[in-house]
């Protein structure tokens, strides 16, 4: 029976990468005099590497390899993290990242019918609370039993060792549990936990493989196939609520 709705961030809840993490990057990036820049399209190629700071690591052995290594590397990445997640706080607050559509009835319904919610994300803990103060409120935080995020685990997405250690600390079985999630990496790492996982690809994700997945949807607002066009609501379709989720599992697992 389903008890648990755990919930991926970036790209699940709010479309974060393009205007809001990849802007903020570039900002600490200038803050610190450096000359690097990434535009959309480079942006899309480095989210390949979930974790900010493994994502400009990344950055500098695979794009900049033929230039030298910036003096005490190891520091200048923690410290342009830690400015990066400054400047994508601040936009957070200044309210510019909205949630995905149904995001907000979903959760509100799960709520009221006494399901458990918690986060599996890659991103910091304070990004997390940060961007659900700005679009759900100051209790917020308060509705999810856990909030796995960042570098609590050792491995990130696609490994599933956010989502195992997420289910550790809640006490319940995969079995109860439905994912959400919106990347391949993302989906990877919670099949790998166990987890039957619906999926909301976007702009940066369309075309991934999501081979796996339970569903793959338009929205949380919009049941049919994923979209190019922006969430236009189709007389057919349907949103995702609860009983379409208890459905869900129970196909997904073969119970009646
Ligand atoms: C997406 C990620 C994160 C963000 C950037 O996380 O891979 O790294 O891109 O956030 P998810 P940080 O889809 O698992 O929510 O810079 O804080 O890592
Ligand atoms: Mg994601």
New binding site residues.
Partial sequence: MLTTLIF?????LADT?RDG?RPSFNAAFHEFKLDWEWDVALYGEL?SV????E?IRHYVNHYRAHLPVPHDFDNLVVNL?RA??EHYMALLRRGKIPLLPGVQRLLEESRKAGLTLAIA????PE?VTSLLESTLGADSPNWFKVIAA?DIVPA??PAPDIYLWAMQQLGVDAAECLAFE??EN?LRSAVNAGLTTLVTPNDYTRGQNFSGAAALIHSLDDISAPRLEPSSTKPSSQPVTLDYCRQLLAMTLGQP
């Avoid at 991926?8 to 699940?12: I, K, R, S």
């Avoid at 979930?50 to 700071?53: D, P, V, Y």
């Avoid at 994300?121 to 910091?124: D, S």
């Fill in positions: 991926d961030v970036d790209g699940t990468e993490h989210l979930t974790g900010g700071k994502r993290h990066k997640t994300t890659t991103t910091t990004n960042g990130k997405k919106d990347s993302g």
